[in-house]
T-cell receptor, first 108, second 113 residues
Framework: GAGVSQSPRYKVAKRGQDVALRCDPI?????LFWYQQALGQGPEFLTY????????KSGLPSDRFFAERPEGSVSTLKIQRTQQEDSAVYLC??????FGPGTRLTVT | RKEVEQDPGPFNVPEGATVAFNCTYS??????FFWYRQDCRKEPKLLMS???SGNEDGRFTAQLNRASQYISLLIRDSKLSDSATYLC??????????????FGTGTLLAVQP
């Protein structure tokens, strides 16, 4: 595809469940960022990859959050034991002009 | 203190009005600056970059004051289609082509007919 894609677009999880959110970047884009956007807030930086290397994970809110990009292309953001405060839109981006549509996570 | 601060609004303006949004940032090491537009339930879209010399794109003018750590966006002749949230964004990047974007909370603009 021509842009960044994310799946699923919507995810409802029961509190305590694990979830995995996928980002398919534009082919050849080296940088990949994950952001979390809570309702009424701007996106907040979570983590950054350059190819397969995770160079910055300073924004991950807890050790329940884990991200990987093993082959330097597709990335997965995993949230273990989801909590209600994890409800947000999770955005993937490969540059200032290249944001995916986001995954809206609702934890019930 | 948040790294990027904006008035959340909402700004309710009539069509044809001129509206200005302001934003301040706290980190003087910030490298570059942007305004984004975000429609309801959509991803943010880059509206324009912001330069010290000021830059204009049609009805939109952006300005940066590095000494005051202040960024502005001016929209002239507002259209109904300008209704959206405008996000002030600072790049704390790693140098080169990479970008670590720090977003403000956004300012909601509602243009009324």
């Amino acid at each position: 595809g021509a842009g960044v894609s994310q799946s699923p677009r919507y995810k409802v999880a029961k509190r305590g469940q694990d979830v995995a959110l996928r980002c398919d970047p534009i082919s050849g884009h080296v940088s990949l960022f994950w952001y979390q956007q809570a309702l009424g807030q701007g996106p907040e930086f979570l983590t950054y990859f350059q190819n397969e290397a995770q160079l910055d994970k300073s924004g991950l809110p807890s050790d329940r959050f884990f991200a990987e990009r093993p082959e330097g292309s597709v990335s997965t953001l995993k949230i273990q034991r989801t909590q209600q405060e994890d409800s947000a839109v999770y955005l993937c981006a490969t540059g200032p002009s290249y944001f995916g549509p986001g995954t809206r996570l609702t934890v019930t | 203190r948040k790294e990027v601060e904006q008035d959340p609004g909402p700004f309710n303006v009539p069509e044809g009005a001129t509206v200005a949004f302001n934003c301040t940032y706290s980190n003087s090491a910030s490298q570059s600056f942007f305004w984004y537009r975000q429609d309801c339930r959509k991803e943010p879209k880059l509206l324009m970059s912001v330069y010290s010399s000021g830059n204009e794109d049609g009805r939109f003018t952006a300005q940066l004051n590095r000494a005051s750590q202040y960024i502005s966006l001016l929209i002239r002749d507002s259209k109904l289609s300008d209704s959206a949230t405008y996000l002030c964004v600072v790049n704390m990047g790693y140098g080169g082509a990479t970008n670590k974007l720090i977003f403000g909370t956004g300012t909601l603009l509602a243009v009324q007919p």
